[in-house]
T-cell receptor, first 116, second 113 residues
Framework: GAVVSQHPSWVICKSGTSVKIECRSL??????MFWYRQFPKQSLMLMAT?????????EQGVEKDKFLINHASLTLSTLTVTSAHPEDSSFYIC????????????FGPGTRLTVL | AQSVTQPDIHITVSEGASLELRCNYS??????LFWYVQSPGQGLQLLLK??????LVQGIKGFEAEFKRSQSSFNLRKPSVHWSDAAEYFC???????????FGAGTRLFVKA
């Protein structure tokens, strides 16, 4: 159990377009999900905390209007990269928070975004 | 500020040799501690975690880690490395509420024949 999926697994888009990435908890409900960004050969940087039914909390330096996060249900959070540019190309990973005795996070497989 | 330090950017070991990956953290209290592995282009796989109790934690794939409070360390070990262990390894911490995991910079493991 405790599986998190992401869709798409990879996407290529033209500069100026918007891209939506979905993060789903498949077999549990997650009131909180997290979005991370990973540059090549670097670590994961937390972008924002997504709470179901409320606005996301963004980390310092992350543009809210650039990276729109919606957590519409207990099993789905979406990240929309608006007006994407080549510098937005990255590996985006989500995780879902599960309270099951102990707090745990389960990570999705990631989405590779390439902006041309 | 909370931080995680993995001093070794990359490590090369021979297949069959032992492995130790270092991790130090800076935190106000004892956090939750994790080790993840990431193969190229893939997501994260949890190797092991420490919440409380026994300071020597056993994980998957023959890995173990020891929490040393006095040294604020959580080093990952494996007695005999296999070629398939070549990957990026991340140490991570989270507050005891389990939120906002902070990752170290990662250590790339190379395994030579």
């Amino acid at each position: 159990g405790a599986v998190v999926s992401q869709h798409p697994s990879w996407v290529i888009c033209k500069s100026g377009t918007s891209v939506k990435i979905e993060c789903r908890s498949l077999d549990f409900q997650a009131t909180t999900m997290f979005w991370y960004r990973q540059f090549p050969k670097q670590s994961l940087m937390l972008m924002a905390t997504s709470n179901e039914g409320s606005k996301a909390t963004y980390e310092q330096g992350v543009e809210k209007d650039k990276f729109l996060i919606n957590h519409a249900s207990l099993t789905l959070s979406t990240l929309t990269v608006t007006s994407a540019h080549p510098e937005d190309s990255s590996f985006y990973i989500c995780s879902a928070h599960l309270v099951r005795g102990k707090d745990e996070q389960f990570f999705g497989p990631g989405t590779r975004l390439t902006v041309l | 500020a909370q931080s995680v330090t993995q001093p070794d950017i990359h490590i090369t070991v021979s297949e069959g040799a032992s492995l130790e990956l270092r991790c130090n953290y800076s935190y106000g209290a004892t956090p939750y501690l994790f080790w993840y592995v990431q193969s190229p282009g893939q997501g994260l796989q949890l190797l092991l975690k420490y919440f409380s109790g026994d300071t020597l934690v056993q994980g998957i794939k023959g890995f173990e880690a020891e929490f040393k409070r006095s040294q604020s360390s959580f080093n990952l070990r494996k007695p005999s490395v296999h070629w398939s262990d070549a990957a990026e390894y991340f140490c991570a911490v989270a507050p005891t509420g389990g939120f906002k995991t902070i990752f170290g910079a990662g250590t790339r493991l190379f395994v030579k024949a």
